[in-house]
C-alpha cells in the first residue's frame, strides 16, 4: 500500500471526511474509485461515493457513510491505494513513501538518521530525518541529495557535521 493521504476531519452534517492529501497534486486521489483506510498493520477497503478539492483538502463521501457521527470515526485514519495501481515513478522520481525509513548518511560516512516523513514547503520537499542529532530538516534539492539507493534503503547527502550543530 502507498499512503495518499491522512483524514484530519469529519466536513458537514452528511458523513463527508476532510482528508490532508500527501500527493503533490490535491486531485491526485480522485483518480482511485476504491481506497483503503486504515494503518501501516491494516487496511479495510472503501468505496468512495464522490470527492472533490475544497480548499487545501480533499472532501470524501465515503459509501456507508451516513453523518457526521459516523464521519467522525474515520479521523486519524491513514488513506493508501495498491502500488500496482500507481503509475511507474519516472527516474529520479521517488514515491514519498519509498523513501520514509531510508538510512541518511553524508559523503564522509556520518550516519544522520533515519527519513520519518517529509514536508512540502512550496520551493521544494524536505526530509524530515530521526536520528541521534534530533530532527534534522534536509531540503530535497539536487545540491544536497546525491543518491537515493531504495536497493541498499539509503540517501547520501552533502551534508557536514557541522550543519548539525
Not at 26 to 33: F, H, N, R, T, V
Not at 35 to 50: F, R
Not at 135 to 147: A, C, H, N, R, T
Request: net charge negative.
Amino acid at each position: 500500500m502507498v499512503v495518499m493521504g491522512k483524514i484530519v476531519a469529519a466536513q458537514g452534517i452528511q458523513g463527508w471526511i476532510k482528508i490532508q492529501v500527501f500527493t503533490e497534486y490535491l486531485d491526485s486521489l480522485l483518480d482511485y474509485k476504491s481506497w483503503y483506510l486504515g494503518n501501516e498493520q491494516s487496511w479495510q477497503p472503501c468505496k468512495v461515493v464522490e470527492a472533490n478539492v475544497h480548499g487545501k483538502v480533499l472532501v470524501a463521501k465515503l459509501q456507508d457513510v451516513a453523518d457526521r457521527t459516523g464521519a467522525e470515526k474515520y479521523k486519524g485514519l491513514l488513506v493508501a491505494v495498491p502500488r500496482e495501481h500507481l503509475p511507474p515513478a519516472e527516474e529520479d522520481e521517488y514515491y514519498w513513501s519509498d523513501l520514509i525509513g531510508l538510512a541518511v548518511e553524508n559523503q564522509d560516512g556520518d550516519k544522520l538518521g533515519t527519513v520519518d516523513s517529509l514536508l512540502e514547503t512550496g520551493a521544494n520537499d524536505v526530509l524530515v530525518v530521526k536520528g541521534g542529532h534530533g530532527e534534522l530538516l534536509i531540503p530535497f534539492i539536487d545540491s544536497v541529495i546525491k543518491q537515493v539507493s531504495l536497493k541498499d534503503r539509503t540517501i547520501r547527502v552533502d551534508w557536514q557535521a557541522d550543519y548539525l550543530e
